[in-house]
């Protein structure tokens, strides 16, 4: 298994700066996402680890191998894009094998690791269909068994289920993370979705603007996020700007445009600073309730109007108008025929304070 480290990776194209100063360690055999927006750097960061193009500045390690400028196939990378790049006149079978010829593997060999592989994305049965007479998951599961044949130190995959649909999509990203862990693969895993990420990765890499903003497990980016950024990009949150106003017993008091909001801070989580500073609050819209009696007043218990309701499906998202600030709600099971007023709460447990 195979450690990946980056050590004040940089990368320009004339001008631009696509990637400043990014140090990151990845561990053997761990699933790890690099997510961010449009144009924050992921697939270069992906090319520049598959030894597909070279850093501006800064060294790739591979365990203790410095493969900074060994070629892609040297450093045995392998990258499975978007469009699987599956050759159309060639079977399932002939796909697979195909990269291990190249390699100078012997027939034996050839095939014995492609029933390996084969058996591990679940494609054996259809060994000898060609590309066109499968679908679009059974095609990606080709592609990634003709990346996992020839035993990759690294496994790197760009916005690998982009083409799929949303219910194909959800069953592939279960069946990635079982293939990655089976196997115990070091896989680095680019996209721009949230959900995706936050469902499938160990950790995961936060991008913007070229810089690694914050990297952690789902949980600790979900929970934990160190800037209102974060905060909003992994999943929306309600962002509310305050100012600490005091101390109680478990955490800090905050001044916001809808009330005074107690948090319980951990200095770890850069909370619970004294003094009237500036900062802004983060409250998921699910972890706020809807209380149903007629007590208005209490700890983190605000009352607004309803100015506008979604179905979801599984939940239903409200907006509420508190003192001019809008919060969004989301209620699970959902709630239909809400208007008027609402009265919600939150736990001051689930109040993340962020320096501004
Ligand atoms: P997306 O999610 O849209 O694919 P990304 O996060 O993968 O975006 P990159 O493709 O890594 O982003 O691009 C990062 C930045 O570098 C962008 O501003 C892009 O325009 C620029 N860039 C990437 N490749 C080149 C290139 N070959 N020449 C010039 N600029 C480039």
Not at 68 to 87: D, E, H, K, P
Not at 230 to 256: M, P, Q, S, Y
Not at 332 to 355: K, N, R, W, Y
Request: with cysteine.
């Amino acid at each position: 298994m195979t450690r990946v480290r980056l050590e004040n990776v940089s990368k320009r194209f004339g001008k631009a700066v696509a990637l400043e100063g990014v140090d990151l360690e990845i561990c053997a055999g761990e699933l790890f996402f690099l997510l961010g927006p449009s144009g924050c750097g992921k697939s270069t960061l992906l090319r520049l680890i598959a030894g597909l193009q070279e850093p501006s500045g800064g060294r790739i390690w591979f365990n203790e191998e410095d493969v900074t400028g060994l070629a892609t196939q040297q450093r045995n990378a392998v990258m499975c894009f978007q469009s699987y790049a599956l050759w159309p006149h060639m079977t399932v079978r002939g796909n697979v094998k195909f990269g291990l010829g190249v390699r100078g593997f012997g027939r034996e060999e050839q095939s014995r690791r492609v029933d390996e592989v084969l058996r591990l994305v679940q494609m054996e049965g259809l060994a000898e269909r060609r590309p066109n007479q499968l679908s679009g998951g059974q095609q990606q599961r080709v592609a990634l068994a003709r990346a996992l044949a020839v035993r990759p130190r690294c496994l790197l995959l760009d916005e690998p289920l982009s083409n799929l649909d949303a219910k194909l999509r959800q069953e592939m990203r279960s069946e990635i993370r079982r293939i990655c862990k089976t196997g115990q693969f070091t896989t680095i895993y680019v996209t721009h979705d949230q959900k995706e990420a936050l469902s499938v990765a160990d950790r995961i890499g936060l991008l913007r603007d070229g810089k690694l903003i914050q990297v952690g497990t789902p949980g600790e980016l979900y929970h934990g996020p160190k800037t209102s950024w974060v905060a909003d990009f992994i999943g929306h949150t309600n962002l509310l700007k305050g100012r600490v106003v005091g101390r109680c017993g478990e955490g800090v008091r905050v001044e916001t445009g809808i009330g005074v909001i107690v948090a319980k801070g951990t200095v770890d989580r850069g909370q619970g600073s004294a003094g009237a500073e500036a900062v802004v609050v983060s409250v998921r819209p699910e972890q706020m309730r809807v209380v149903r009696g007629t007590e208005k007043a209490g700890r983190n218990r605000v009352s607004g109007r309803v100015v506008e309701s979604t179905f979801l499906g599984e939940a239903s998202e409200h907006v509420v108008e508190v003192n001019g600030e809008r919060l969004r709600v989301i209620c699970t099971p959902p709630m239909f025929g809400v208007d008027g007023e609402m009265v919600v709460e939150f736990d001051a447990e689930d109040v993340v304070v962020l320096s501004e």
